[in-house]
């Protein structure tokens, strides 16, 4: 029988960091990755012969556990980031570029520019509108989050006045650009809450590109320190159920070939679609598990692409509101150096292109690229469209209240992953946080 301290299910960035800081502690740890490689929505891998990752990530300077977590790996944030002292948003159907310093300390010359120049695409009346928006949202995330969560961003923005320039050229961008989602459905506590701790930590502000595949620079290293420290990681291990003995302790979890693999306690580390079609066979009508069992999901959808030379002159974070190109950036001086242009998109609206082949994706993309000066038809050698069916939770208005802690009231069972409550919602830093809630409760109750 193979006896574990604790069997994590899903060994994305919430699962590995779970394991790390259980196995620095001593505590013998399994983790079981159903995909051939770890990293979860953090993965790099192969597709048929072209190199892709699960959609472009950009690490934000404020995020305080992540980096902790990275070193104890033996990861030197300069070895794997490459920094950004600023962000370009392309305005459809005009020549110039709105350009936002994101680096107030690294880089203040361009961040007092972004605020003050860019004039001609956001006069000062439309900067000026933004600004009862930003203070007023601040103010009821602190005082009334529960108001600030019913209203979307279309709706808030309203209520505030903002001009519609400086509503699509610069909320859009940091809402649906960050989170794929229109602005009518994107909760504005989702959107200021993300906000609030960059306000605390401004001045650690900057952006990380990832020099190199995200498996390969952060999450393997991840998966060889928990090794190295005596825990056991195994890829191509999908879990099929969950154990409960006779007491209705969790005890374990079963493979497809019937395997059973036994733990004091067993961590579901999984996307919330996941986690409800392991809980929900033992837990269907126990009251806890019923609003996370409600809480929607939603889907994300990119589209990479393998160049003849870059599509960009630099390789920085960019917008494209008002088209299907939301967020992208080239990558061939990045993260992916092997070809001499590499462009990664997120795409708005998701669900529209979840319903579209590779080939249709790419001329609306193709189409778009062009309204923001772009065009890089002639320049193709490869693409890939990569889709995450339903792998976020909602972060649509009313539903935050609905995501579940990481301690069940089930004896041996805990919760990890970015949908776990955690200040941080869908985001590196969110999973890492979900993680370190899950050792810690394990760590502070007693072996049995
Ligand atoms: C396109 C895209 C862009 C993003 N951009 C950013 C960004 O710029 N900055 C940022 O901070 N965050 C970004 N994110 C969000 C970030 O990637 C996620 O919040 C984070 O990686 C979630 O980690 P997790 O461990 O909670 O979940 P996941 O990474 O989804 O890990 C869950 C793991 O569980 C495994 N699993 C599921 N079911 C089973 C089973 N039955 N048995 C075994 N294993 C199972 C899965 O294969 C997966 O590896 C982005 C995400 C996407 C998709």
């Not at 993965?43 to 190199?51: E, L, P, Q, R, V």
């Not at 570029?97 to 107030?104: F, N, S």
């Not at 195994?234 to 003995?245: A, E, G, I, R, Y």
């Not at 065009?375 to 539903?399: A, T």
């Amino acid at each position: 029988m193979e006896q574990y301290d604790a069997v994590i299910v899903g060994a994305g960035l919430a699962g590995l960091t779970c394991g790390l800081e259980l196995a620095e502690q001593g505590r013998k740890v399994l983790l079981l990755e159903a995909e051939p490689v770890v990293g979860g929505r953090t993965s790099s891998y192969i597709d048929n012969g072209m190199k892709v990752e699960s959609g472009f990530h950009r690490y934000i300077g404020f995020y305080s556990e992540m980096p902790k977590v990275l070193r104890k790996a033996g990861i030197q944030l300069n070895e794997i980031f490459t920094w950004e002292e600023k962000v370009e948003i392309r305005v459809r159907k005009q020549e110039k570029l709105i350009t936002l310093g994101a680096a107030p300390l690294f880089g203040p010359k361009k961040t007092i520019m972004g605020i003050l120049g860019n004039n001609e695409l956001l006069p000062p009346r439309d900067k000026l509108s933004l600004v009862s928006f930003f203070l007023g949202g601040l103010k009821d995330l602190i005082t009334n989050p529960k108001k600030l969560d019913a209203y979307n961003i279309r709706d808030y923005a309203k209520k505030h006045r903002v001009s519609e320039d400086a509503f699509h050229n610069v909320i859009i961008p940091f809402s649906t650009g960050l989170y794929f989602l229109p602005p009518e459905r994107y909760s504005a506590y989702v959107f200021f809450g993300l906000l609030a701790p960059a306000i605390k930590r401004f001045y650690k502000m900057r952006i990380g590109a990832f020099l190199g595949g995200m498996t390969d620079v952060m999450c393997q290293p991840m998966a060889e320190a928990i090794q190295k420290k005596g825990g056991i990681v195994k890829t191509d291990h999908k879990v099929c159920k969950l154990h409960m003995d006779w007491q209705n302790k969790l005890t374990g979890v079963e493979m497809e070939e019937g395997r059973i693999f036994y733990g004091e306690k067993v961590v579901v580390a999984t996307t919330l679609n996941s986690a409800k079609q392991l809980l929900k066979p033992l837990f269907k009508d126990h009251p806890w598990f019923q609003p996370m069992f409600k809480l929607p999901m939603m889907s994300a959808a990119t589209l990479q692409l393998e160049l003849k030379k870059p599509a960009l002159p630099k390789d920085i974070t960019t917008f494209g509101p008002r088209t299907s190109l939301i967020s992208f950036a080239e990558q061939s001086r990045s993260t992916f150096r092997h070809v001499p242009g590499r462009l990664s998109i997120i795409m708005s609206n998701p669900e529209r292109f979840l319903e579209m082949t590779p080939e249709e994706t790419l001329q609306v993309v193709v189409k778009d690229a062009n309204l923001l000066g772009m065009d890089f038809k002639e320049n193709i050698i490869d693409y890939r469209q990569i889709n995450h069916y339903d792998d976020f939770h909602s972060l649509e208005p009313g539903y935050h209240w609905m995501r579940p802690e990481q301690v069940t009231p089930v004896e041996g069972l805990l919760l990890a992953g970015d949908y776990t409550m955690q200040p941080y919602f869908a985001t590196m830093e969110g999973a890492v946080v979900s993680g370190q809630k899950a050792a810690r409760a394990i760590l502070s109750s007693k072996k049995r």
